[in-house]
């Protein structure tokens, strides 16, 4: 813990006990462990509060520097839109072709289905009699 061994631990406790005596030792004691139980609270509350002050301020860095790179791109786009070369490669002409979409085939209806799977029951119309 602080670099102390199990026999210096045992020589402390004896020159309290001397010092302080029986009857006092579990007082000094119990003290003691409350004092260090409040020193490493604070110490916690202490590193937590400087973690999160120092994720902040990498946040806000982060943030700005994304800002930057987005403000240099828009000054680079403008700058090109004003020379004419934006956007990069040159603008397709209104009557280029676009993308050719081929069609699919509509699916079959659910009679056909039946009449090529056998395992499948017939669909048939209702008749104006069964309404």
Known sequence: MFGIGPLEILVVLAVGLV???PRKLPEVARQ??????????AT???R????????????EKRRLDAEDRRNKFRAEREA??????????????ADAP????VPEEAPAPEADLAATDP???AVTEPKASDA
Do not use: F, M, N, Q
């Open 44 to 46: 916690w509350e202490l």
């Open 80 to 93: 090109a839109k004003a020379a004419g070369e934006w956007p990069p490669g040159g603008a397709a002409p």
């Open 48 to 59: 937590s509060t400087l973690d999160a002050e120092i994720h902040a301020e990498e946040r």
């Open 98 to 101: 676009g993308p050719t979409v």
């Open 19 to 21: 010092v302080l005596g």
């Open 32 to 41: 003691v462990g409350k004092l260090y139980g409040e020193v490493r609270r």
């Open 119 to 121: 395992g499948l029951p």
